[in-house]
């Protein structure tokens, strides 16, 4: 579905993908792991047509991407920060989206009410809290029938409830035949619900297979353990005693 070769990006004097290649070429969960400041939101934002790369290509559908826009209609994407107006009531803003789009969300009642927002659809976004703007967020980005979905931080500010709704939500599209792509710091939402593991680091692939050949390949059974392991590998990671600060790099709790 999304064949990426040997993509370069800079900011600056700054690299941040540098020489990527990678390929989703089946359905399922994927997982794009990696510190803060290693590329991912890059990745994605590029694969969106959001970030132009110096150097590479992106297929979609077999299909170059660049220049391109009309390929983004069979993407749906959750952002990591949900910026909406704060003027909007969020009726208004699925409303909005409805009216870009040109047409019927496919699913919007359901996620209303998966979500709960039906007490909220009258409020103004500027009034509401951060978990309840990343359920909205998500009836946003799942709302249409697209097959591929990416998502930047999904579980961000979610309860135990509407995280455990999102992710019957998560194997719900994975069983339509979908690609999922989603960063994520948490490493047991990695472990219950990915098919597999992208891990990026200071711009280039690090590992990319299933979590039991990355925990094999580290001689590790834990997902953190086996990325502590990557990082320490690392220059300014010592092979001595920075595990704990590897972690928290890795994995934010």
């Keep these: 579905m999304i064949t990426i070769d040997n993509l370069h990006k800079s900011f ?17 969960i994927y997982a794009i792991l990696g510190p803060n400041g290693s590329g991912k939101t890059t ?36 952002p990591q920060i949900a910026r909406f107006p704060d003027n909007l009531r969020v009726s208004e803003l699925l409303a909005m989206i409805e009216d870009i789009r040109e047409e019927k969300p496919q699913a919007m009642g359901r996620l209303i009410e998966l979500f709960g927002l039906q007490p909220y659809l009258d409020k103004r976004l500027g009034n509401l809290s951060g978990g309840t703007r990343q359920k909205v967020n998500l009836v ?27 992710k019957g939500l998560l194997h719900e599209e994975k ?6 792509l989603a960063t994520t710091h948490i490493m047991n939402f990695v472990e219950e619900m990915a098919d597999e593991v992208v891990f990026l680091l200071e711009g280039h692939i ?31 990671f010592s092979a001595n005693g920075h595990i704990k600060q590897a972690v928290r790099l890795a994995v934010r709790r």
Aim: charged share 25%.
């Design 43 to 78: 990745l994605i934002k590029s694969i969106l047509g959001m970030a132009i790369p110096d150097k590479g290509q992106i297929l979609f559908q077999g299909k170059d991407i660049r220049g391109q826009w009309h390929y983004r209609r069979q993407i749906d994407y959750l």
């Design 206 to 236: 690090h590992f990319k297979g299933s979590l039991d050949s990355l925990k094999r390949q580290y001689n590790e059974t834990s997902l953190e353990r086996a990325i502590a392991r990557i990082l320490q590998g690392e220059p300014g």
């Design 140 to 166: 946003q980005a799942f709302m249409y029938d697209s097959p591929v979905i990416i998502l930047d931080e999904p579980t961000n500010g979610l309860d135990p409830v509407a995280l455990i709704r999102l």
């Design 12 to 28: 600056g004097r700054q690299p941040v993908l540098s020489g990527v290649t990678l390929s989703f070429d089946r359905p399922g």
């Design 175 to 180: 069983e339509k035949g979908k690609l999922l």
